[in-house]
């Protein structure tokens, strides 16, 4: 079984910052592309960024220049460094990642995801 955990979210003033942290854990063979996706009420989940296993990234255009993605394979772990936050960046944030288990296909796994709210 694997689990992915999100932390970092919060509170911010517009113009403000936070980091967002999503660790996976279990049976874990091999990780390929990790991402961050959000959820804002009445709207679709959108992919706000995503990076390879290689460390190739692509963002969606609203947050180009303002968030950058990470990733540390040592520690099955996936960053987003959200800057110049604004009020439309209000939502659930939610980690998505596809790994490779012993024994298993490569399958997508989903965290419970972090609120990140901006207040104007």
């Known amino acids: 079984q694997v689990q992915l955990v999100e932390s970092g979210g919060g509170f911010v003033q517009a113009g403000g910052s936070l980091r967002l942290s999503c660790a996976a854990s279990g049976n874990i063979f091999s990780i390929n592309t990790m991402g961050w996706y959000r959820q804002a009420p009445g709207k679709q989940r959108e992919l706000v960024a995503a990076i390879t296993g290689g460390g190739r990234t692509n963002y969606v255009d609203s947050v180009k220049g303002r968030f950058t993605i990470s990733r540390d394979n040592a520690k099955n772990t996936v960053y987003l460094q959200m800057s110049s936050l604004k009020p439309e960046d209000t939502a659930i944030y939610l980690c998505?990642?596809?790994?490779?288990?012993?024994?298993?296909?490569?399958?997508?796994?989903w965290g419970l995801g972090t609120q990140v709210t901006v207040s104007s």
């Open positions: 998505n990642a596809d790994i490779r288990s012993t024994g298993w296909r490569p399958r997508d796994y």
